[in-house]
């Protein structure tokens, strides 16, 4: 059975950071495509960043290059999302997702119903 779930979410005000973690079981993360996905109040969920952990290949949404960094530690089977100069659209319930493959990952990646398994999701709140 894979598990995920996050940690590090909370409440910053704008321009601060925030590092989230995501602990995977059950398998391990190796060959597989991770990512962070974020979903705002009234707002469909949307890709944040991916990772493919065997090559290290990152894919970012447009919104948050520059500012996030997605990275793995695969020994701990933890993947991890580097927040920085945080703004209050950020603000959104933020999941982990994993998948064995993502066919077409260059322009499929940030699609939810390209990845099986899901946190619960951690809560991060910017304010201004």
């Known amino acids: 059975q894979v598990q995920l779930v996050e940690f590090g979410g909370g409440s910053v005000q704008a321009g601060g950071s925030l590092r989230l973690s995501c602990t995977a079981s059950g398998y391990s993360v190796g060959n597989y495509f991770m990512a962070w996905f974020r979903q705002a109040p009234g707002k469909e969920r949307e890709g944040v960043a991916c990772i493919r952990v065997n090559t290290g290949t990152t894919y970012y949404a447009d919104a948050v290059k520059g500012r996030f960094t997605i990275s793995q530690d695969n020994a701990n089977n933890i993947l991890y999302l580097q927040m920085n100069s945080l703004k209050p659209e950020d603000t959104a319930m933020y999941y982990c997702?994993?998948?064995?493959?993502?066919?077409?990952?260059?322009?499929?990646?940030?699609?939810?119903?390209?990845?099986?398994?899901w946190g619960q999701g951690t809560q991060v709140t910017v304010s201004s």
């Open positions: 997702a994993a998948e064995a493959y993502v066919p077409s990952a260059r322009i499929l990646w940030s699609r939810p119903d390209r990845y099986k398994y």
